[in-house]
């Protein structure tokens, strides 16, 4: 430790023209310094948090709610939900699924737009990731909250037992699992090397002994040593490489979890593909409004700029139309088998007890987003963060509406039977938002939200053009 | 342990100019510390990412061969049952279980490697005694040259250094 | 201790509870329950086919004799360790034929209901049996100086001991009445008929419900599909319905037509006119109505000694007799049950009531009735019977008439009590206990005993003397050894006892006549029938019952407010809003039924409910129509309907009734003698199944033969511990029944018509259920059963979201296991389980197994006498109960089994072929015998 302390004085210069006077704020960035001063500032030197206490606030009781009902939930049994033997899956599900498509987003940025070269994202892909990390976890105590004997959610897993038995691999819930566990490990990994050589940088900068040992001792001894650098962008590289697959299977298995069954409007090839097309379209809605917070809250209008937003609603408008493409697609293969069931079904879709939260869901994933072919509109904060939430209403509502259409009308009309949500099906929904915000003011108040060394790369690369 | 002088230059391009003259002029380069990955330099420096490579791909593909063997192994031969009468034996569901998992263990793999190679955690290390180590992770390229026996090629060196662009020059041990 | 314990808590149990006598109670039942689980005192015969002797964990099966309405049918009761488990029926016994009703089912929940009146309540707040005798005394004196004769009123008494018990009294006590009653109605004459359905080829029912509950819902039953088997001689009978709101019958008939009871009665004599050959002027009815009419009449005249007129007991009794005068002319199948011997008639009930409201009435014996309740629920009784000063009342329950009497008896179940009991055929069965009394009870025999002056009545000495009336008979031994054991009196008879057949009844004084109920000045009138799963109000507090669906509307836990949708609409109201019915009388207020085929002007209403002092299960349920009209008119004329702003939707089990478009091949149909169209073996990818088991279980259902009277459902629950839910539960759609019995609307919109469809589990070849389920919990046996593992099941509930036919059911909430609904937890009601079934956990899926565990119990019998288990030897549950044997059960490889005959019927099918799910259960086409000259004839 010792040799962190006394390693780490930082040069007085540095320090100086590092100090930006409070409040000022940075128009643009040229300098790494300046880089440097901008993101880790916030985090080292006495700034006041008010904004962040307020918001702490909210999240905090957010979050209380939230584990209150998971704990009265455990103990009166999950008949509190608005379940019915019929409609067995309820609001769990769709939140799963809802929050594992904003998990993916988190990684697909961050690994395929590393892999395409596109250097606008160095200023999101930390948002991104933590937002993996934080949503993925959550996701993974939906199916928990679902099970009718949670305490043993651990027989999904192979492991020596009394009674000799094993998982049932043919399940797609065993694949859910193995997919959900994989994949939040892999993004906190994936996280953490990307956050080592910041984390030096925090360490160095550090006025305080406090942070400084806390910061060393996360940046392992980090020495931006060229030859470490070299060994580090290889493994980055390929983790990188390994995401995108994974993501793509990850949300792909989710889809199996409804296209492996025999129910109409389930049992469709297309659902993997669009299931992982629909979890870009959430994340990056749920990336938008997170980039537009922390621009706000931590002054990095310099950084995260409004061009990044218009390459991300760019990015939006062509999911969304891929999105109205696959539903198009099912409405015409759900006609065209013939299948009375199926046609049935589709009716039911537009016509039936549903239809309203069926016809807004349309209008929010296909219709809104149609209004980024305006670059006024790709160029306005304000109309951009609205789409953004409009579409994860909207994909929240397809998730909802996938579950209950199928199992409320289904082959045997003798029980169509309807869905009706209780109080507890809707504290565990927002409670899971706040929770979400808790964990995030948490990793912007200890952590960089932008990467680093990253945009130091970016800064100095845009200098030399 | 040897002791090395640390040069601090204001860029990239200026440290790989520097790196480049010295090598015709024979200073042994111990090694470069810079605020981003310098493109090249680390392989210039002959660091090896084999290791890593190598481990994510034996961690991965071993892990996955082990799911598939588990699968295989009690779905068929430790404890077979009829699931509705679909074969014990069911092969085309069984590759996404060892897929997903091998992903993950080829990223933990890499990471024990990637750990190993560079020495890692490695909290206490001489470098950071030098004043000039704490810019390398912010605005400063740092190059550290082999410490000539005499002072005077010492002092000639550093003067060649200071030729080269380097705003300053530390005495350090690495 | 048992005693002292118990008699504590009873008059605690009246008020509030406290904790300490909630403790009281708590040990109470537990010591009853503990001291009661013993076989009775006296010797008992356990029924000859299964081993004598107990076997610590073996089952003991008993005949026995259960009433309903006062009639018995004969069962055979399962008990294990001296707990009777389970109810089955007698196949000696003409009334049972093997089968059950819903009633005779759900008899246990009755005996182990916590609710149960334990003890003996008097006037202080601890009274001993002791007491009342001594109080009895002094009554019993002066009834002899005829001070204060003795009144006794019963409902409909069948049994030949309580009878000789009755006449020996009316010697002992000079100036003694007794008075008897039938909840239903004292239209006696009509719902006494058994119609030999089975030598019937047209049968027109004039609003009756043979095929309705009742004590002979089994026999008319099986007599009815007997007659519409294809293979039945004399071809396959048609039945025409001419009801006012829709029946069993009704929902069973090849042709129906919707009448107000006024008009039945009219259209009833003009058929008797026209068969007798001298016609009057013909009823006006619309064109429809009078082609179905005359063209029923043409059928009939065609049919005739097998053209059978049916008068139901809403018809004058002018119009009844007419029609059965008719149809003794012409020789129609229809004979009358057995009615009581001319020499001992009690009064009717209308007499008591003048008695009681004059003051004449001061030593006063309800036994096992409640007026308070189902015959004059008004304050005038009520006020009168408080007045009354040595009242007793000995019942099951402490319920509304007792609140009103100085002594309420606890009276002994029929399962604890020795007693016999004739059937409506006539058929007398002896009624053994199964279980010595739970609590301080005493039979009806006991308690008569009591007022004859025994100090220590037995009723198994009453019982005995009956049939034994020279001292030193030396056969007596042996035949009454044989009874018992058959479960059928043969060979003797009684001094007193209800003569079958042709027994001439007098009409009752008040006939009401319905033709006065005319619909004109836009009234309705009311038509009061017994509920299908409560009947008369005596199983109101009956869990099993009340969450046990209506045949028709798949309501439960409420009786609805029936009526055609031309009225609703008149009155701009829909299902679920309460309507409010008014008459002269009183006034009720019930959720609204709309029912597509009921009459115009009709309000449906159903009695049994609206009890406020039935125990914590069936107080403050539904209303009680007998609030319309005191007295037993069912037919009340001049009631106002009114539309309130509350709604009480129905909790009910089924949503969805129509089946348009293809759905309609979830339920096909074919005329007789028609066939489905042949589909072959399905080719799979894994090749032909190959059994490695030498049973392959299967299932065939005869839709054509299901009547939709619920007996497989409640028999289902009873075998398979299914819990019961409570109201709320299932109006969250979590009832929770393993086999339902979907009922669709088919036919066309001017002859709405029902079809029923039992449904278990498919017990899929290829399920779909269990490849989805992470933990091998759903998985299949070698037999071919599709078995749910409860202890590996984590609750993802893929397997049901999966399941095509939704036949799985989820534990909620742990509805056997902690947190059952109101007193269903309390002991001694867990006594009832079956103990070879798992009682379920919370978060478990559960489901239809073909009752495995009888499976594996044959199968041990079978490894024991080293021989495969023969076909018919094993029976499911639901097989069982079936009166019509529409449930066939059987082993595939067995070339010759049933099933395998079944399956290769033309009208098989299999539901939702086309997803290849291959299910072990599947049907036979429902058949319709249309009459090809009415419109919609076709099938």
């Known amino acids: 430790m010792s040799a962190i302390v006394s390693g780490a004085e930082p040069l007085p210069p540095a320090g100086e023209t590092a100090g930006a006077p409070q409040g000022e704020r940075l128009t643009h960035v040229d300098t790494l310094d300046a880089v440097n001063t901008l993101v880790s500032g916030p985090l080292l030197d006495r700034r006041r948090w008010r904004r962040w206490w307020i918001a702490m606030i909210v999240a905090s009781l957010l979050t209380i709610l939230f584990f209150g009902s998971m704990i009265y939930l455990f103990y009166e049994g999950i008949g509190i939900f608005g379940n019915n033997s019929i409609v067995v899956w309820g609001y769990p599900i769709a939140n799963y699924v809802w929050w594992i498509g904003i998990g993916n987003a988190g990684t697909l940025i961050s690994s395929m737009l590393l892999l395409t070269h596109q250097h606008w994202r160095a200023a999101i892909n930390r948002l991104a990731e933590a937002m993996t990390l934080m949503a993925v976890a959550i996701a993974g105590l939906m199916p928990i909250m679902h099970m009718g004997r949670p305490l043993y959610f651990y027989w999904l897993a192979p492991y020596p037992n009394t009674m000799a038995l094993w998982p049932q691999w043919r399940s797609a819930l065993i694949w859910d699992f193995w997919a959900i566990l994989s994949y939040l490990l892999f993004s906190i990994v994936f996280w953490y090397t990307g956050l080592i050589p910041d984390l030096a940088t925090l360490r160095d900068r550090a006025i305080t002994p406090g942070k400084r040992i806390f910061y060393g001792a996360l940046a392992l001894g980090w020495r931006n040593s060229a030859r470490h650098w070299h060994i580090y962008q290889t493994y980055y590289r390929t983790m990188a490489a390994l995401a995108t697959p994974l993501v793509c299977s990850v949300h792909s298995i989710v889809g199996l979890d409804f296209a492996a069954s025999l129910m109409p409007g389930w049992q469709e090839t297309i659902f993997p593909p669009y299931f992982v097309v629909g979890a870009m379209y959430s994340g990056f809605g749920i990336v938008v409004v997170l980039c537009a917070a922390a621009r706000w809250g931590l002054d990095l209008e310099s950084l995260i700029t409004i061009r990044h937003f218009e390459l991300m609603a760019k990015v939006m408008l062509m999911a969304g139309t891929v999105m109205f493409l696959s539903y198009a697609t099912e409405w015409f293969s759900a006609w065209y088998s013939g299948r009375g069931v199926d046609r049935r079904f589709l009716t039911f879709e537009f016509t039936g007890a549903y239809a309203p939260l069926y016809w807004i869901m349309i209008f929010c994933n296909c219709i809104v987003v149609q209004a980024f072919w305006f670059r006024t509109v790709r160029r306005s904060l304000t109309a951009i963060v609205i789409i953004s939430i409009l579409i994860n209403i909207g994909m929240w509502l397809e998730r909802i509406l996938i579950v209950w259409n199928t199992l409320s009308h289904h082959y045997i009309a003798s029980m169509w039977r309807l869905f009706y949500p209780t109080l507890w099906d809707w504290l565990i929904l927002f409670g899971s938002l706040g929770f979400f915000a808790f964990l995030y003011l948490l990793f912007a108040r200890f952590f960089p939200v932008v990467s680093i060394h990253e945009v130091r790369e970016l800064v100095h690369r845009e200098a030399i053009r | ?174 | 201790m048992n005693d002292t314990a118990a008699s504590h808590a009873a008059p605690a149990s009246r008020i509030e509870i406290s904790r300490r006598t909630a403790l009281k109670l708590f040990t109470g039942g537990i010591a009853a329950s503990l001291a009661g689980c013993s076989p009775p005192a006296e010797k008992n015969m356990p029924y000859v086919d299964m081993p004598e002797g107990l076997v610590p964990g073996e089952p003991q099966y008993y005949a026995t004799a259960l009433p309903l309405g006062g009639y018995g049918r004969g069962v055979i009761v399962k008990a294990v360790d001296g707990r009777p488990i389970k109810v089955s029926g007698n196949p000696r016994h003409p009334a049972s034929l093997g089968s059950t009703d819903v009633f005779a089912e759900a008899a246990l929940v009755e005996l182990y209901d916590p609710e149960r009146s334990r003890d003996i309540r008097g006037t202080q707040p601890i009274n001993g049996w002791t007491d009342f005798l001594g109080e009895l005394q002094q009554w019993s004196g002066k009834a002899k100086r005829g001070e204060a004769p003795l009144h006794l009123v019963t409902s409909t008494v069948a049994s030949p001991t309580l009878l000789g018990q009755i006449a020996a009294l009316k010697q002992q006590y000079p100036g003694m009445r007794w008075f008897a009653y039938d909840p239903l109605g004292d239209d006696e004459s009509a719902r006494s008929l058994i119609p030999r359905l089975d030598r019937a080829s047209v049968i027109v029912s004039l609003g009756a419900d043979p095929l309705g509950s009742g004590p002979m819902q089994i026999m008319a039953s099986r007599a009815f599909i007997n007659g519409r088997m294809p293979e039945s001689p004399g071809g396959m009978s048609r039945l025409y319905a001419i009801e006012s709101t829709w029946t069993l019958t009704g929902a069973n008939a090849d042709h129906r037509l919707a009448l107000p009871p006024d008009k039945i009665d009219a259209l009833a004599m003009e058929i008797v006119g026209r068969l007798e050959g001298h016609p009057g002027s013909p009823l006006s009815l619309e064109k429809g109505a009078r082609h179905f009419v005359d063209q029923m009449i043409a059928d009939l005249q065609g049919a005739g000694a097998g053209g059978l007129l049916l008068p139901g007991p809403m018809l004058r009794e002018e119009t009844v007799q007419a029609v059965l005068q008719s149809g003794k002319r012409r020789g129609a199948p229809l004979d009358r049950a057995a009615a009581l011997p001319a020499q001992l008639r009690p009064e009717a009930f209308a007499a008591f009531e003048e008695a009681l409201h004059s003051r004449k009435v001061q030593n006063l014996l309800l036994l096992d009735c409640n007026p308070a309740f189902d015959a004059a629920p008004d304050a005038k009784f009520a006020n009168a019977l408080k007045g009354v000063p040595f009242a007793v009342h000995a019942g099951l329950y402490d319920n509304e008439t007792a609140d009103l009497c100085r002594w309420q008896l606890p009276l002994s179940h029929p399962l604890e009590a020795w007693s016999d009991l004739t059937s409506a055929d006539g058929t007398v069965a002896i009624v053994q206990p199964l279980i010595r009394p739970l609590y301080d009870t005493r039979s009806q025999h006991e308690i008569l005993g009591f007022y004859a002056g025994q100090t220590a009545p037995s009723g198994y000495d009453a019982v005995r003397q009956t049939w034994n009336r020279e001292p030193q008979d030396k056969g007596f031994e042996d035949w009454w050894r044989d009874a018992l054991v058959k479960g059928v009196v043969s060979g003797r008879s009684p001094q007193f006892t209800l003569s079958a057949g042709n027994a001439e009844i007098s009409p009752p004084a008040s006939s009401q006549s319905p033709s006065d109920a005319s619909a004109a000045d836009g009234s309705f009138v009311a038509l009061i029938q017994p509920d299908p799963t409560i009947y008369d109000g005596r199983f109101t507090n009956n869990a099993w019952l009340q969450e046990c669906p209506k045949p028709l509307s798949k309501g439960t836990w409420t009786n609805a407010v029936s009526l055609a949708p031309e009225d609703a609409a008149a009155l701009g109201a829909s299902d679920g809003d309460v309507l409010a019915v008014s008459s002269s009388e009183g006034k009720i207020e019930g959720p609204l039924r709309i029912d597509k085929g009921q009459a115009r002007g009709v309000v449906g209403l159903t009695l049994g409910y609206g009890r406020t002092d039935a125990g914590a299960i069936g107080n403050g349920l539904g209303y009680n129509p007998r609030l319309l009209s005191p007295g037993f008119q069912n037919v009340v004329p001049g009631v106002h309907v009114k539309k309130t702003d509350r709604r009480a939707p129905i909790p009910s089990t089924q949503m969805h009734f129509s089946l348009e478009g293809d759905l309609r091949k979830l339920l096909p149909e074919v005329a007789p003698g028609g066939s489905l169209p042949e589909s072959g073996p399905k080719p799979s990818l894994f090749g032909p199944p190959q059994p490695r088991d030498p049973y392959s279980w299967a299932m065939v259902i005869d839709a054509a033969a299901c009547t939709g009277c619920n007996a497989c459902v409640v028999a289902c629950q009873v075998e398979n511990n299914v819990a019961v839910v409570g109201p709320d539960e299932v109006a969250n759609g979590r009832a929770m029944h393993w086999l339902r019995i979907d009922s669709y609307n088919i036919g066309t919109a001017e002859e709405p018509r029902h079809g029923f469809e039992p449904v278990p589990c498919m017990q899929c070849e290829k399920a779909p259920c269990e490849p989805v389920c992470p933990v091998e919990a759903s998985v299949h046996d070698t037999e071919g059963l599709n078995v749910q593992v409860y202890n590996r099941c984590v609750g993802t509930r893929f397997c049901q979201s999966n399941c095509p036919y939704k036949v799985r059911r989820f534990n909620w909430f742990a509805y056997n296991s902690g947190q059952e609904y109101k007193d269903l937890g309390e002991d001694p009601m867990p006594a009832r389980n079956n103990p070879d079934v798992t009682v379920r956990a919370r978060g478990v899926m559960e489901k239809c197994t073909y009752c495995v565990q009888r499976i594996s119990g044959a199968r041990r019998d079978a490894e024991k006498a080293d021989r495969p288990i023969a076909d018919g030897e094993l029976k499911t549950a639901c097989q069982e109960a079936c009166p019509t044997r529409a449930i066939t059960f059987g082993n595939l490889q067995d070339k010759g089994s049933k099933v395998n005959a079944r399956r290769a019927d033309p009208r098989h099918f299999t539901l939702l072929e086309e997803l290849g799910t291959r299910p072990r259960t599947t049907y036979l086409a429902r058949v319709r015998n249309a009459n090809p000259k009415l419109a919609g004839g076709s099938a």
């Open chain 2, 1 to 174: 342990m040897s002791s090395v002088l640390l040069a601090a230059f204001e860029d990239e391009e200026r440290l790989v100019d520097a790196i480049g003259k010295l090598r015709e002029e024979r200073v042994r380069i111990v090694d470069a510390f810079t605020p981003y990955p310098v493109e090249g330099l680390g392989a210039a420096l002959g660091a090896n990412p084999f290791p890593v490579r190598a481990a994510m791909l034996i961690g991965g593909l071993g892990t996955a061969g082990l799911c598939w063997f588990i699968e295989w192994f009690s779905a068929a031969i430790a404890f077979p049952f009829d699931s509705g009468s679909r074969p014990h034996n069911s092969w085309p569901v069984f590759p996404l279980f060892p897929f997903e998992f091998g992903v993950l263990m080829a990223g933990v793999f890499g990471l024990a490697a990637l750990l190993w190679s560079t020495g890692l955690p490695g909290l206490n290390h001489p470098f950071f005694d030098a004043r000039l180590s704490a810019r390398a992770s912010q605005d400063k390229f740092l190059l550290a040259v082999a410490m000539p026996e005499t002072t005077d090629m010492a002092f000639r060196l550093r003067d060649r250094l200071a030729g080269l662009g380097a705003d300053t020059v530390e005495e350090a041990e690495l």
